[in-house]
Nanobody
Framework: QVQLVESGGGLVQPGGSLRLSCAIS????????LAWFRQAPGKEREGIVG??????YTEWVERGRFAISKDDAKNTVDLQMNSLKPDDTAMYYC??????????????????WGRGTQVTVSS
């Protein structure tokens, strides 16, 4: 069974940085797209940035503050977040679709989700 497990969340001050990691287990194929989403209290889940099997990525929120990277050897996909703001406070989720090579930023496109890791930006 394929599993996604996020880590790295926590409390960070405004202006700070945080790096989240998603460990992928139970999958060894060559067809997938991966993404990071977030959901703040009372808001819909939104796509932040996605990456495809070739390493191409697409940002769906404010450009320049979020970067996604994957390590095929370690089976991980990371999210580097910089210049964090209180509005970035949310539960952050790793998501995947192992039947497609390319995906967009819509929740319905992803079939496998992690349980999330909480990020709180506050002084």
């Amino acid at each position: 069974q394929v599993q996604l497990v996020e880590s790295g969340g926590g409390l960070v001050q405004p202006g700070g940085s945080l790096r989240l990691s998603c460990a992928i287990s139970g999958y060894s194929g060559s067809r997938y797209c991966l993404a990071w989403f977030r959901q703040a209290p009372g808001k819909e889940r939104e796509g932040i940035v996605g990456i495809d099997i070739r390493g191409g990525y697409t940002e769906w929120v404010e450009r320049g503050r979020f970067a996604i990277s994957k390590d095929d050897a370690k089976n991980t996909v990371d999210l580097q977040m910089n210049s964090l703001k209180p509005d970035d406070t949310a539960m952050y989720y790793c998501a995947a679709n192992f039947e497609r090579r390319y995906c967009g930023g819509a929740v319905w496109e992803y079939t496998t989700w992690g349980r999330g890791t909480q990020v709180t930006v506050s002084s």
